[in-house]
């Protein structure tokens, strides 16, 4: 608080008066709360998502009281070496296949058919965002001017003096 | 029975008559209320078209980033007024006008009355001022602003109240309550009364449909102290007032502390003095101080009424700068003055209240 003196303290409490949430803010907050609440959770990697929600479910039912965490340990190390085993062991030739692979082609003649070929989950549960997360932090950036017309007074009289 | 039929018909007759009176009454009013609404319209939309050339919309930058508000010409070489929010602390000002944008220089900026004055270098069309003092409590008036991002756009209202007091403190001078609906954008916006001449700026939005405005006489003197010293000079003599018990002289504004080293101190002022005039403003309550106060100016004399004991005294005070002014040198190039007290005699003794 030193570093502030009066005037300081004073021109800052100007300049803040202007900073006011934009319209409809209040009407929009807990859609667009949940909507960052999403975004944030899938800033996350998938394999850490997938860990706290198998620990939360684990939890859910009190498993540490019924195992010894020695034993849960262990057990974790068993499933990583075997799966990290799996992994390395997998043919080199999958990743040429995959490049080799043939494009689904879609004929261009003919309306989109809710078929077995043409998958129904990759066309409604797209869940990729609009907008990815850089955009979304800039939500409240205003890109309009702000329209002045103030609500308090810019200077006040405090006592009758003159 | 004869003579109960004819007062019977008679009565009937009467009822009769003052049914077609109300009907013609009726018929009468129908037809004028739409006639009077016509003629207001058309006077508005006069005023409108008349002093619509002269308001323009402003867009600048602040700290916050880019902003937008309006203001008017008030004389035809481009001198115009708008909101100290607008135009106080801005960069890069441009003017609209006639559809084109042209650079503007701040003349002028005033936080105590809360207006800047700019300055753009055209030929403009120019509103005249008028005078805020004959405006009454339900006098029609017409703002003309830039709302958002659309066009000049009339609102009309009329005079709510004229305050000193708001938002938990004082004005620093009596403003304009005014019952319009004001938008985003409209701040500086000229407020006319219905001859197209400029009463007010409008500065604050109250509630929804009311803002406030800065009488015009009040935005004159700080143009006047422009065009004198090119600044504006704030004046103050160094007495602090409270509120008397009892009215003396009809005035409750009696002087609770006179500060050391002011012209106050100097000119003999002392505590317990009931102020009855500053200048040419009766004084009445300590809120009139305010009024008195705002239209000093530092390096001006002033006589100064006031009432001790029985006696009636005049000063005649020479202002300093207020002490919200920035710090500035003593006013030395003013003539020497000597601040010396003007016994009156009194014909009568002063009136007492009880």
Excluded at chain 1, 116 to 143: C, D, G, M, W, Y
Aim: charged residues 20%; aromatic residues 8%; hydrophobic residues 40%.
């Amino acid at each position: 608080m030193d570093e502030f003196n009066d005037n300081e303290i004073t021109k800052l409490l100007r300049l803040k008066r202007y900073e006011q949430p934009s319209p409809g803010y209040f009407e929009n907050f807990l859609h667009e709360f949940h909507r960052r609440q999403r975004d944030e959770l899938l800033r996350q990697p998938l394999w850490r998502i997938c860990v706290d929600r198998a620990r939360d479910f684990a939890l859910s039912f009190n498993l540490s009281t019924l195992t010894s965490y020695p034993a849960a340990v262990t057990a974790v190390l068993v499933c990583a070496a075997v799966i990290s085993l799996r992994i390395y062991e997998a043919p080199q030739p999958a990743t040429v296949a995959a490049k080799d692979r043939p494009m689904l082609v879609v004929p261009a003649s003919t309306e989109p058919e809710w078929t077995l070929a043409s998958p129904v989950a990759t066309r409604v549960f797209n869940t990729r965002s609009l907008r990815n997360i850089k955009e979304s932090a800039q939500t409240h950036r205003s890109a309009t001017p702000r329209y002045v017309l103030d609500s308090v007074p810019v200077s006040y009289e405090t006592t009758f003096k003159f | 029975m004869r003579r109960l039929s004819s007062s019977s018909s008679g009565q009937g007759f009467r009822l009769l008559a003052k049914l077609a009176f109300l009907a013609a009454a009726a018929s009468l009013s129908a037809q004028q209320t739409p006639e009077s609404a016509t003629s207001l319209s058309r006077e508005v939309k006069d005023v409108f078209e008349r002093c619509a050339k002269a308001v323009v919309k402003i867009e600048a930058t602040d700290q916050h980033g880019e902003l937008s508000g309006t203001g008017f010409f008030v004389d035809p070489t481009g001198t115009l007024y708008t909101a100290y929010s607008v135009g106080g602390e801005a960069e890069n000002v441009t003017v609209e006008f006639k559809g084109k944008k042209y650079p503007a220089r701040q003349l002028m900026a005033d936080l105590r009355s809360g207006i800047a004055m700019l300055k753009v270098d055209l030929a403009s069309p120019a509103l005249p001022i008028g005078n805020s003092d004959q405006l009454e409590i339900a006098t029609p008036v017409v703002a003309i602003g830039y709302p958002l991002d659309l066009a000049e756009s009339p609102s009309f209202g009329m005079i709510a109240g004229f305050d000193r007091k708001c938002f938990g403190g004082y004005f620093p001078t009596k403003h304009l309550r005014v019952n319009l609906p004001p938008q985003r954008g409209e701040g500086g916006a000229p407020l006319l009364n219905l001859k197209g001449e400029v009463v007010g700026i409008l500065l604050y939005t109250f509630e929804n449909n009311s803002c406030y405005a800065l009488p015009i006489e009040a935005a004159e003197k700080i143009r006047s102290d422009f065009v004198r010293f090119g600044e504006p000079r704030h004046g103050w003599i160094g007495a602090n007032v409270a509120e008397a018990s009892a009215p003396v002289e009809g005035s409750r504004a009696v002087t609770k502390e006179i500060m050391k080293d002011t012209p106050a101190a100097e000119s003999g002022m002392k505590p317990g003095d009931v102020v009855l005039q500053i200048g040419r403003t009766k004084v009445h309550e300590p809120e009139d101080i305010l009024d008195a106060s705002f239209f000093l100016t530092a390096g001006d004399v002033v006589p100064i009424t006031v009432m001790r004991g029985s006696e009636k005294l005049t000063f005649s005070v020479q202002a300093d700068f207020h002490p919200a002014s920035q710090p500035r040198p003593p006013l030395l190039a003013a003539p020497p003055l000597s601040n010396r007290a003007i016994p009156l005699n009194l014909q009568s003794a002063p009136e007492r209240s009880p």
